[in-house]
């Protein structure tokens, strides 16, 4: 898969889950500082990846990524 759409698709589901506009997301937005993530929305962020992408994380691996660019990283390492 590619990294665009990875990125596209983490995109959708924090828009969806923080309940913000996908052009307030940048690669290098925090998902704690920035778009105001707390731990509920963390785990809910967790969860609409694993459902988005049908794969399974590592949670407490999945809870150390802190930004957007991150998550598509990590989530690359599931998909290839």
Known sequence: MERSEIQH???KVVSSVLKIDSKEIA???NFVFDLGADSMKSVELIAGFEEEFNIEMD???AREV???AGAVDFIAT???
Do not use: G, H, I
């Open 78 to 80: 599931y998909v290839q």
């Open 66 to 68: 802190q930004t957007v």
């Open 27 to 29: 690669p290098q937005s």
């Open 59 to 61: 949670e407490d691996r």
């Open 9 to 11: 698709r983490v995109q």
